[in-house]
């Protein structure tokens, strides 16, 4: 009998489309958890180049993998300086 292989599923291998990304933060968005948006903006960050980012947010690599890997919640000057260099805006709703 053969073994089958497999590998660790990576959320960054999925988010390969602006609709994919925006479809993948809506869903986090909807749970209010701080610690995963951050983790859900290292996938994000991951799929399109961490080493970018850090140029474009003028923080360390080692800081950004730290503060996005989604088990806990980095402060909000760093949350905000990372959505700007991904490009996002932050706009509110009111829930129905």
Do not use: C, W
Not at 2 to 27: C, G, H, W
Not at 55 to 69: F, V
């Amino acid at each position: 009998m053969s073994k089958i292989k497999t590998r660790p599923f990576d959320m960054a291998n999925y988010l390969t489309t602006d609709e994919d990304v925006k479809e993948y933060l809506s869903q986090v968005l909807e749970d209010g958890d701080p610690a995963e948006l951050a983790g859900a903006l290292g996938h994000i960050a991951r799929a399109r180049g961490m080493a970018k980012l850090a140029a474009d947010t003028g923080l360390s690599r080692e800081s950004l993998y730290k503060s996005l890997s989604g088990e806990r919640a980095p402060n909000s000057d760093t949350l905000f300086k990372v959505m700007r260099a991904l490009g996002f805006t932050l706009t509110l709703g009111q829930r129905r």
